[in-house]
């Protein structure tokens, strides 16, 4: 439509301007419409849980501690079987085989678990671990362990 109205009507188009408010430029307007759409948006929940704003600045984290341990999606058991990649959920200590159990729960990479927390206090949880340097060490000598000993993990 504005195409149409573009080709027709060319001289009252062109004396169009847009109007900025001088202390909000394009990037702040963009800046808060990404804030708006990360705050109403319906997937990664589990990520604006631990960052609730948005920033152009990268995060200091390692893609493993991102991707495996904070979204769960990784080589854990209960991951793999959601696309048949593994028989089973299970870890071979019994438990649900996820980023959650190998941290806390699994005695296969013990030296490297946090105390588990109450359900209802794991947004917090996660955002402490997530700020936390050793923590982030911890999770990335996880994932590597689980990496290089995948057959200990397997229920067969």
């Known amino acids: 439509m504005f195409a149409k ?9 062109s004396r169009r301007r847009t109007v900025l408010v001088p202390h909000q430029g394009p990037f702040q307007e963009t800046m808060e419409i990404w804030q708006k759409e990360w705050e109403v ?3 990664r929940r ?3 849980n631990i960052i609730p704003n948005v920033k152009t600045r990268p995060i200091p984290w390692r893609r493993e501690e991102i991707i495996f341990f904070f979204t769960g999606h990784g080589p854990f058991g209960a ?8 028989s089973s959920p299970y870890c071979s200590c ?18 490297w678990h946090f ?5 209802q206090l794991e947004n917090l949880w996660f955002q402490r671990v997530a700020a936390n ?6 999770i ?8 290089t000993n995948g057959k200990l993990f397997a229920p067969d």
Do not use: W
Request: glycine share 6%.
């Open 5 to 13: 109205q573009a080709t027709l009507n060319m001289s009252s188009l």
């Open 41 to 43: 948006g319906e997937t």
């Open 46 to 48: 589990i990520i604006f």
């Open 79 to 86: 991951y793999l079987k959601r696309f048949n990649l593994a």
């Open 94 to 111: 019994g438990g649900v085989g996820s980023s959650l159990h190998y941290d806390t729960e699994c005695l296969l990479p013990e030296s």
């Open 115 to 119: 105390k588990r927390t109450e359900p």
């Open 133 to 138: 340097q050793l923590s982030k060490n911890k």
């Open 140 to 147: 990335f000598n996880t994932i590597r362990f689980i990496h």
